[in-house]
């Protein structure tokens, strides 16, 4: 696969024509989507069809009263409606705003006033949160799963009504999609992205994904946060190949594995959590035939995992790094590969680990990951946080995008995740990154998950801190965390180990899944407080 990237964006890029309309002409038939969910219904949809309803609900959403530029929350999981509903949005040139159904009654609040949403979007799940919440009566409420009082019944309204032809001819820089932040800290931020984003998941696609015609590409991310554009969405469908969904509650790692022996999935993007759970189950004697590729993304993942997937199923998984802000900025590509690492910038991305004055730092010492922004804006940057300049300016400095992140970069150019720039403990002058200590912890086998966490002390300042979940068959004990600490010591640097242990049940995450250490380490210093 070539390694170049030529980023030329044209003036005006609308994803639902330049995409979705040519693959529709150039290969009607082709398979775009199959949909799945946990009764056992199938639906299979070609490019064709995916213009079709994809049209319709634009139609629908035109009679509801949305127009260009109007903001439309999509409070869905993994309905099928999820998908043509975006492309509907694109189509009609407004904003989509997708969000989980895990919001609360304040959460939908929140979202419906800050990003001034003029149309509501939601499944049987969610709906009567929607009810809960004091909407003003102007907004139209559009229901998926039949009738609602007080709602659109969305099937009907499609079925009665003509697919809409026209598509909005949006400048590359027109707003076309509002994303909440994970709010791990304070309330979530609002990520705008143009409507020529889509177009920068090329390198999504090309460099990670490995995607092309005849894959079949499975997406394990949640429809409500950005990854779903990355990966179920725009990335797999620019490189002409189909999208696989399984709509089911919850995640069963054995029903999962069972979809993978089923369908015809040829590659796979699986957050961290999952492929945990994954070799942690029994993998003996499954086999995956059509499986060539594997992906994850969210957050970095444990060597000791990379390891036992291996192992099992002869793959090695790749690890991609983004944000809500970008697309992919570097990730281990096919042939490229180094365990437990970040892995190298993609092409058309200028990344680098800087200083506090800016500038590149050497290889091996630790700094702030950041994209350089130069006369033309990096492919996929975000277009601001709507609403709060200040915000937006915070994250540039002296030429550089930063994301928040810290890392170091090897003489070979593999990034190495140390962790957000909040959550390295600082011990008696030592850095701690936790995701080093995490992944060690992770290697001894009564381990399930951990996080790791600065908690106050006294003589050090901070020492380290981990919340451990067990695996099956594991009780929690002082003799157990004399071992893992132990084990930690003899594993990395002995000035890392853990020197609190807390068994626990489960780990506080964001809708995303990804952990919230902040939640953690903030109760650790409000009970010294106290």
């Keep these: 696969m070539s390694e170049a990237f030529d980023w030329n964006p044209p003036t005006h890029y609308n994803f639902a024509r330049d995409a979705i309309e040519r ?28 213009s079709d309803h994809s049209a319709r609900a634009a139609a629908v959403l035109r009679a509801a009263g949305v127009g260009r530029g109007d903001t439309v929350l999509i409070l869905l999981s993994r309905e099928i409606e999820w998908w043509e509903l975006m492309l509907a ?3 009609l040139g407004a904003i989509a705003s997708p969000g989980t159904v895990q919001l609360t009654p304040k959460d939908i609040a929140y979202r419906c006033q800050a990003a001034e949403a003029r149309c509501i979007i939601a499944g049987v799940d969610i709906a009567p949160r929607v009810d809960d919440t004091p909407v003003d009566a102007a907004i139209p409420l559009i229901h998926i799963g039949g009738s609602r009082p007080g709602w659109i019944d969305y099937a009907a309204a499609k079925g009665t009504t003509t697919p809409l032809a026209d598509i909005a001819d949006t400048a590359f820089d027109d707003p ?20 020529g984003y889509p177009l920068a998941h090329e390198i999504t696609g090309r460099f990670w994904l490995d995607l092309g015609p005849g894959d079949l590409h499975w997406n394990m991310s949640d429809t409500g946060w950005a990854k779903a554009a990355w990966s179920s969405l725009f990335a797999p469908w620019l490189m002409g190949a189909a ?20 369908y015809p999935v040829t590659t796979l993007c699986a957050p961290p959590t999952a492929y945990r759970m994954f070799v942690r189950a029994d993998l003996d ?18 060597p000791e995992v990379i390891d036992l997937w291996k192992k099992a199923t002869g793959l090695d998984i790749h690890d991609g790094y983004g944000q809500t802000e970008t697309v992919l900025l570097c990730c ?24 506090h004055d800016g500038a590149i730092l050497p290889s091996g010492e630790e700094g702030d990951i950041a994209l350089r922004v130069g006369e033309r804006r990096p492919p996929g940057l975000f277009l601001g946080y709507r609403g709060a300049p200040d915000r937006t300016a915070s994250v540039f ?24 720039a909040d959550d390295v403990i600082l011990s008696s002058g030592y850095r701690i990154g936790p995701f080093e200590v995490e992944s060690v912890l992770f290697e001894h086998e009564a381990v399930a998950e951990s996080a790791v966490v600065a908690s106050p002390d006294a003589t050090r300042g901070e020492v ?47 809708v995303s899944g990804k952990i919230r250490r902040n939640e953690l380490r903030d109760n650790e210093f409000t009970k010294a407080d106290a």
């Design 397 to 420: 400095r002296d030429g550089w995008y930063l994301t928040g992140d810290r890392a170091t970069v090897d003489t070979d150019g593999f990034f190495w995740f140390v962790g957000r």
């Design 332 to 355: 281990n590509r096919a042939g490229s590969t180094r365990q437990g690492a970040m892995g190298r910038p993609t092409p058309g991305i200028d990344l680098a680990v800087i200083g």
């Design 89 to 91: 949005c694109l189509r």
């Design 464 to 510: 380290v801190k981990a919340f451990v979940v067990l695996a099956s068959g594991h009780l929690p004990s002082d003799d157990l965390a004399k071992a893992l600490q132990d084990h930690v010591k003899q594993a990395t640097a002995p000035y890392k180990y853990p020197r609190r242990i807390e068994f626990v049940d489960s780990l506080p995450k964001t």
């Design 243 to 262: 999208i696989f969904v399984n709509h089911a509650p919850g995640f069963d790692p054995a029903a999962a594995m069972d979809l993978l022996e089923r």
């Design 285 to 302: 004697g499954r086999s995956f035939p059509h499986l060539r590729h594997c992906v994850s993304a969210g957050e970095p993942l444990n």
């Design 176 to 195: 076309a999609l509002c994303y909440f932040t994970s709010g791990t800290t304070g309330q979530p931020k609002m990520t705008i992205h143009g409507a």
């Design 23 to 50: 693959l529709a002409a150039e290969r009607p038939d082709a398979r775009a989507l199959l949909w799945t969910d946990g009764s056992g219904a199938v639906v299979d949809r070609s490019f064709a069809d995916l």
